[in-house]
Each structure stands twice: as C-alpha cells, then as structure tokens.
C-alpha cells in the first residue's frame, strides 16, 4: 500500500463546479502539503499544515480552501473551478521529529472543462 | 524571496553518456537543497539531498554536492541508462532543518531522454 494515498488519480469537471482532492497518509507524519504542477512552471505550493489546527496559505492559494480533518487527512477544495485551475496536484508529507524530506503521493490530474 | 533555476530541457543523451543538470539558487539563511525525480505517471521520489554547504548527496549512480559560494547544486552521473528518463527537479527549503518545513520552493523541471 502507498504511504500517501491520493483519491482521486483523474478527475474531469465544468467550469464553475466544486471539486474536492483527497489525501490520506499511512506515515504518521505531522505536516502536509498540496501543490500543483504545470508544463513548465515547475511545482508550486498551494497551503500546508503543521498539524490538524494549523493552516497555511502557500505561494498560489487564491481559489483554494483545505481541510485537515485528522493527521493522517488533508483535502484540497476548489469551491468553483475555473479551466486555469487544469493541473497536475500532489500532496506531500514531512515529519519533523524524523527531519526527513517531504514524501510525495502519485498526484491528482484535474482536468476543468 | 527564494528561487531555483535549473536547466530547461529537454536533454537528450545516449546510454553512457556523462549527465550534468545544473541547477542554481537564491534563499535566505542556510537551506537544504534537494534533487528529486518523476517518472512517467508517478508522484516526484527524492534522489538526493544536501543540508549544509560542501555536503555531497549521491544515490543510485547520481551526485550533487552544495556549493555555497557559486549557489549550486548540479546533478551529475557518470554514465546514464535508459530508465534515468525521468523528469528531474531542484528544490530547495529555507529551514535548516532537511524536512521542507514550510514547504519547498522548486525548480521548473528538467526533461531528461536517454536514447539506446
């Protein structure tokens, strides 16, 4: 099983939809973290989360709202998608105690029509 | 504010040829710098990473050592396979402490194809 799950793989929606990205993480970590990925601009971070009360825009977090309902769970919400919002995302994870590098999920290709 | 910039590609090598992405920063403090690397249709898995200048990071054939004084952190291998194509990406983290604490500020991704 992978340590960070990410549901769901594909998505396809309409302008102006609610969308909501799942991630669950089997590695006990404290922090998580989405963001997305598009041709040639490289990863960029939407929010993160130290732990389950503390939430953290990123660098792009207009248009976006997350949720960290437990440790292990972080969900992306775009509360009414726009065709720019076309990406690739990704959640990560760290842990602090562990001082390791963030732990990626698969990713979340979300296609807004 | 902080920022990587890498080689854009993409790179074409044939088998066995010696790889180098380079790959240069701007960060306030002391960050960790990192080399990570996706493959086709997977999430990005960490090849390598440096947290203190001159720190050399290798894994599976690859190095990168952390230049301070020039702010770089290039990707070598000495003699690359058709399964290193893969899209590589620099990264670093402003937080001396390895784990990406506010998260990662990366590099636009470096398209490596390795032909037989």
């Known amino acids: 099983d992978a340590d960070v799950t990410q549901t769901p793989r594909n998505r396809i929606t309409k302008t102006g939809k609610r969308i909501m990205l799942e991630c669950s993480q089997t590695k006990g970590h404290d922090r998580m973290y989405w963001y997305r990925q598009d041709p040639g601009l490289g990863l960029r971070l939407i929010y993160y989360s130290f732990d389950v009360k503390d939430i953290n825009k990123g660098e792009i977090s207009d248009g976006y709202s997350v949720s960290r309902q437990a440790q292990a769970k972080f969900s992306l919400s775009l509360e009414s998608a726009i065709p720019n919002q076309t990406a690739l995302y990704f959640c990560a994870t760290s842990d602090l105690v562990s001082n390791q590098p963030q732990h990626f999920g698969d990713g979340t290709r979300l296609s807004i029509l | 504010g902080n920022s990587v910039t890498q080689m854009e590609g993409p790179v074409t090598l044939s088998e066995e040829a010696f790889l180098t992405i380079n790959c240069t920063y701007t960060a306030t403090g002391y960050p960790s710098l990192f080399w990570y690397v996706q493959y086709p249709g997977e999430g990005l898995q960490l090849l390598l990473k440096a947290t203190k200048a001159d720190d050399k990071g290798s894994n599976k054939g690859f190095e990168a050592t952390y230049r301070k004084e020039t702010t770089s952190f290039h990707l070598e291998k000495g003699s690359v396979q058709v399964s290193d194509s893969a899209v590589y990406f620099c990264?670093?983290?402003?937080?001396?402490?390895?784990?990406?604490?506010?998260?990662?500020?990366f590099g636009k991704g470096t398209h490596l194809i390795i032909q037989p």
């Open positions: 990264a670093l983290s402003d937080q001396d402490s390895g784990g990406g604490a506010d998260g990662l500020t």
